[in-house]
């Protein structure tokens, strides 16, 4: 993976702005460490960070192309999973190509078939090309959504960029945060509606999008969305394509110039992919499959099961490795190092995140680079085939509101009510929920259910999925390490959405589709055990830490966040945490009261880091 930034201008002549250019460009070192280069002509600058994945020598970039009186530039951050079918295709039609990589591909592709050339990519990426021809900016994201791209436009100038931060390095962008914004961060966050870049001004290439600049005009519209149609295959044909789908993707994700891995939790996810791609290396000659699982340290001595995590990852991780004979590798990172690095992930994530779960899988990406570049990993599944708690638990099929963020009254017991009258957190929720409900392609005959069900996946894939989707990249990027994700092949996605929901539930099972899928992959024990999702810390130090720091920004009149909270409220939390309860997530399934005292104090850091302006 790489990580782009560029600046448009049809009034001003760029030539001269190497060192802002360059400027945005180094921002984003961490995503491409091997190489950096800038590219710049008189109505457009690019910079490019390269982490080198494929064709060491031939995907230089920025990557520039004639094809007759057309020169056109791109800058791309992705991997293309079919490449060497567009190639074909392309060769016959009479291009030429001096590279193997995907990058010269991309590139090719728009010279060839124009904006339409996304409808043929299978892969994740986000890029960018200037049309020097017809004086154009054309940038495209991923159908899922795995690789980011963010913009800001004022007047005739166009900036974009890999990570805000390279944005927040020009010197027009300014870090200010309006009313919304502020609602995305206390109302919606660590989730971000689709589109929204927080900062005023900023925006996000969103999912399956693509975007047309010129001079006049930026357009932004859909090449890809979910669609709803019947599903007619039987329950034995269903398992059968999605076995076949999956070691598809899975294969073709493999393919690299450097060493591949896979995360295994234990989890069937991860399990799932590490099979196929076992299988694949033990069929094909290769060495064996490196695994690599994360540990907090005395994990065991503090975990209690609960109504969300049924049982620890660790022995499962192992009993799995052994199953497909991988070269298996464990991470235990220990506590004092967890809360040694609290405020380190908002560094790479640029805005407040997902707490001690971004600071284990930053910790996790580090380990795993040490010996790879590249890793597939098994996000996705639960959007896909339903495995949330929020797929089965009638509380959050009844709520009318977002089903992982059940507990927005609590939220905001720690608003002040200066910030609750000013972005009016309920109103703000519910709209934003209404409007992807509005979203929703609908299939008419289906019952009540049915239809309740197909609502609660699309909102997972759409509104869900791309808060772990950034984490994924901005931890693994912020390491230097390329996260693959098979289970957001959009085949599959695709397929797997109009599945009924007795199909995927088949056998009484969550996720039976799955499950059914991989049999013959994975013991039977693994292929049914209840789900555990990624390892929170239950260890009581980290709530200590956590509460202790929330407690000490109210002490703090320096402290930028406290007119946003209401101090009686963080410290009757703070009280209330000493009292054991049932483990009852403010967001997803793990984060829990020690996570909102983290979540607080990464807000109050990140206004301190970012110089932000309320505005």
């Not at 009034?11 to 984003?28: F, H, N, P, Y």
């Not at 001079?215 to 979910?226: C, G, H, N, S």
């Not at 209840?530 to 407690?551: C, D, F, H, I, V």
């Amino acid at each position: 993976m790489c990580g782009i930034a560029g600046w448009i201008d049809w009034e001003r002549d760029l030539t001269g702005q190497k060192s802002i250019v360059a400027r945005m460009g180094e921002t984003l070192a961490h995503r491409g460490p091997d190489a950096a280069d800038t590219w710049l002509s008189k109505r457009a600058a690019f910079a490019h960070r390269r982490l080198i994945v494929v064709d060491p020598d031939g995907g230089a970039q920025p990557m520039s192309k004639r094809v007759g009186d057309a020169v056109c530039t791109i800058v791309y951050n992705g991997e293309l999973y079919n490449t060497e079918d567009i190639r074909k295709d392309l060769l016959a039609r009479g291009f030429t190509f001096h590279s193997y990589s995907d990058t010269e591909v991309v590139l090719t592709a728009y010279m060839a078939y124009g904006p339409d050339c996304v409808d043929r990519f299978n892969g994740i990426f986000a890029f960018a090309i200037w049309d020097d021809a017809r004086q154009r900016l054309f940038m495209a994201r991923d159908r899922l959504g795995v690789k980011p791209l963010f913009y800001w436009r004022r007047g005739t100038t166009v900036l974009f960029a890999s990570e805000l931060k390279a944005l927040l390095a020009h010197p027009e962008v300014e870090p200010e945060v309006d009313t919304e914004g502020l609602a995305e961060i206390f109302a919606i966050g660590p989730a971000r509606t689709p589109g929204h870049g927080i900062f005023r001004g900023v925006h996000e290439v969103r999912a399956g999008h693509r975007l047309l600049a010129t001079k006049e005009a930026t357009r932004e519209e859909a090449y890809w969305r979910l669609e709803s149609y019947e599903h007619t295959d039987s329950l034995d044909t269903t398992v059968e394509v999605v076995r076949e789908l999956l070691r598809d993707t899975v294969v073709r994700q493999l393919v690299s110039d450097v060493p591949v891995c896979t995360f295994l939790s234990g989890g069937l996810d991860s399990s799932a992919v590490s099979a196929i791609a076992a299988e694949h290396y033990r069929n094909s000659g290769q060495s064996p499959l490196h695994t690599y699982s994360i540990e907090i340290e005395d994990m065991e001595k503090h975990f209690s099961a609960n109504s969300f995590q049924k049982s620890l990852d660790a022995p499962w991780a192992m009993r799995i490795s052994e199953h497909l004979q991988t070269v298996h590798h464990r991470t235990i990172v220990p506590m004092e190092e967890m809360i040694r690095h609290l405020l380190t992930p908002l560094q790479v994530r640029d805005l407040p995140g997902m707490a001690d779960i971004d600071v284990s899988m930053l910790l996790f990406c580090r380990a795993v680079k040490a010996e790879h570049t590249v890793a597939l990993t098994g996000e996705a599944a639960d959007e896909v085939f339903g495995g949330y708690p929020w797929f089965h638990r009638e509380d959050a099929l009844r709520a009318d509101t977002f089903p992982w963020s059940l507990r927005l009254p609590e939220r905001m017991r720690v608003m002040s009510e200066e910030l609750k009258q000013r972005i009016q957190p309920e109103a703000y929720v519910a709209d934003r929920y209404h409007q992807a409900l509005a979203e929703v392609p609908r299939l008419r005959g289906e019952s009540a259910h049915e239809a309740r069900v197909r609502e609660i996946g699309y909102l997972s894939i759409t509104r869900f999925l791309p808060t772990l989707l950034d984490r994924k990249d901005r931890m693994s990027m912020g390491a230097s390490l390329e996260a693959r994700v098979p289970f957001t092949d959009h085949r599959l996605v695709e397929y797997v959405f109009n599945v009924p929901w007795e199909m995927k539930a088949c056998d009484g099972e969550v996720k039976g589709l799955l499950r059914r899928a991989m049999r013959g992959y994975l013991p039977e024990d693994a292929l049914y055990r209840q789900k555990s999702p990624y390892p929170g810390t239950p260890n009581p130090e980290y709530l200590e830490a956590t509460r202790k720091l929330a407690l000490e920004l109210l002490e703090d009149q320096n402290a930028p966040i406290l007119p946003l909270i209401d101090a009686q409220g963080v410290r009757r939390l703070a009280e209330e945490s000493y009292r054991p309860t049932e483990h009852r997530p403010w967001f997803g399934q793990i984060l829990g009261t020690a996570q909102l005292f983290h979540y607080l104090v990464e807000v109050n850091a990140w206004l301190k880091a970012f110089h932000v302006r309320l505005v």
